[in-house]
């Protein structure tokens, strides 16, 4: 089955740097990454994804960029902000034993990203 | 926020007790899925069901046991389980098809004594 491998599983920066988390995955048939959001005591939420068609997607200060070659992709957040500070999952498709519904997906470990003032 | 919806919010349970989580979903999905998610470990997928039918069970153990009865609705049945099975319980609901965005409840905070 899916792999997927998530680096660095802490990370602390300065508001207004760059922040810079990484995923590998195993499957090459594996073809939507989404990232989610969770902050203490809430639900994970999704803040962006791209399917395997696409190698770089953006939406303001996030964005995400996909080798699927290398079969790794990233998420990158620009003038990070006090409210950026959470757990960030990365997780891909991975087959599942129905093709007409429902998808797979395989989370890594999670990244705790602290923006500090 | 209120898309998928979870109760009950906190459940503290001795081992020997029968209780039961339920998942709603106002999006008009028709896949479902029960995830556990405990510390320092990924989220672990255990259950999915599509248009009422288990598509998926990630070889959970039977003390855990769903039931979907229509699209909208999830429940995930508890018995007999061990203080390991402490964990956040959440579910998932997604549009069906694959590579579709899941919207997640807020999570039930389950504590076995």
């Known amino acids: 089955g899916e792999n997927v491998e998530q680096h660095p599983s802490t990370l602390s920066v300065q508001e207004g740097d760059s922040a810079v988390i990484k995923c590998t995955y195993s499957?090459?048939?594996?073809?939507?990454f989404p990232w989610y959001k969770q902050e203490l005591g809430k639900r994970p939420q999704l803040i962006i994804d791209?399917?395997?068609?696409?190698g770089e997607k953006k939406d303001q200060r996030i964005a995400v960029t996909l080798n699927k070659t290398a079969k790794h992709f990233s998420l990158h957040i620009t003038e990070t902000q006090p409210e950026d500070s959470a757990v960030y999952f990365c997780?891909?498709?991975?087959?599942?034993?129905?093709?007409?519904?429902?998808?797979?997906?395989?989370f890594g470990t999670g990244t705790q990203l602290k923006v500090e003032l | 926020e209120t898309g998928v919806t979870q109760t009950p919010r906190h459940l503290v349970m001795g081992m020997t007790n029968k209780k039961s989580l339920k998942c709603e979903q106002h999006?008009?999905?028709?896949?479902m899925y029960w995830y556990k998610q405990s510390a320092k470990k990924p989220l672990e997928l255990m259950f999915v069901y599509n248009f009422k039918e288990q598509t998926e069970n990630n070889s959970v153990p039977s003390r855990f046991s769903p039931e979907c009865p229509n699209s909208s609705h999830l429940f995930l049945h508890l018995h007999t389980l061990q203080p390991e099975d402490s964990a956040l319980y959440l579910c998932a609901s997604s549009a069906g098809t694959n590579s579709d965005t899941q919207y997640f409840g807020p999570g039930t905070r389950l504590t076995v004594l």
């Open positions: 997780a891909a498709t991975s087959q599942g034993v129905s093709t007409g519904g429902g998808n797979k997906l395989t």
């Open positions: 791209i399917r395997s068609n696409v």
């Open positions: 499957d090459s048939a594996s073809n939507y």
């Open positions: 999006l008009g999905h028709n896949a």
